[in-house]
């Protein structure tokens, strides 16, 4: 759970783009997955998640993706607005592994750009 | 507002001082963690709690650092004899078991 963390440190896109959002993540027996958005000045704020039994899940706006076998999750979010700035963190757990907490990566800063 | 609830939001204190940080949990959350983040890192685990049961500890940073939950709700996040890596921002989250956790603003610690 040590390299959970994304690709790129800073991505910005033009306001009505979809944007793609990566992580990659390391510890294979993590099987839970969680996005967070996280504006300045405040925590984490719950956006989607995803269990290791599944590839795909969808939201409002928002679309996880799950790859097992390279071990990578993404965050899409269609047609961005100024509201979407902020930092997203992937994070991972192993339910059955005992009562750790969450492992975080660094975060990517989105940027959009009006 | 029923979410997360921190107080305070912010703390300046002088090093070798002792701080104490209080989080309120959503209120049907049995699950209590708390995580420290540093600029530009990622919120880091530091313990958690099961109604009033600490199950993991060992991830605080040290001996100076720790927590209660005395009665299965409210927790406390005590650090002794502060120095100047402790300043940062001290998370709390809460969930109703494997559900995903929801997190406070957080209380943000100055070291002079």
């Known amino acids: 759970g040590e390299s959970v963390g994304l690709h790129l440190p800073t991505l910005s896109v033009q306001e009505g783009d979809n944007s793609i959002i990566n992580c990659a993540y390391s510890?294979?027996?993590?099987?839970?997955f969680i996005w967070y958005k996280q504006e300045s000045g405040k925590g984490p704020q719950f956006i989607i998640d995803?269990?290791?039994?599944?590839d795909k899940r969808q939201g409002q706006r928002v679309t996880v993706l799950l790859n097992k076998t390279v071990k990578h999750l993404s965050l899409q979010i269609a047609a961005t607005q100024p509201g979407d700035s902020a930092v997203y963190f992937c994070?991972?757990?192993?339910?059955?592994?005992?009562?750790?907490?969450?492992?975080f990566g660094k975060g990517t800063h989105l940027i959009i750009q009006p | 507002d029923t979410g997360v609830s921190q107080n305070p939001r912010h703390k300046i204190t002088k090093r070798g001082q002792n701080v104490t940080f209080r989080c309120d949990p959503i209120?049907?959350?049995?699950?209590l963690y708390w995580y420290r983040q540093t600029l530009g890192q990622g919120p880091e685990f530091l313990t958690y709690?099961?109604?009033?049961?600490?199950?993991?500890k060992s991830r605080l940073l040290s001996d100076r650092f720790s927590a209660e939950r005395p009665k299965g709700s409210f927790s406390t996040l005590e650090i002794q004899r502060t120095e100047q890596g402790d300043s940062a921002m001290y998370l709390c989250?809460?969930?109703?078991?494997?559900?995903?956790?929801?997190f406070g603003d957080g209380t943000r610690l100055s070291i002079l």
């Open positions: 994070a991972e757990i192993n339910s059955g592994g005992g009562a750790d907490g969450l492992t």
């Open positions: 209120s049907e959350h049995n699950r």
């Open positions: 995803i269990r290791s039994n599944m």
């Open positions: 709690f099961q109604n009033e049961a600490q199950l993991e």
């Open positions: 510890n294979s027996a993590s099987d839970y």
């Open positions: 989250a809460s969930s109703l078991n494997w559900q995903p956790q929801h």
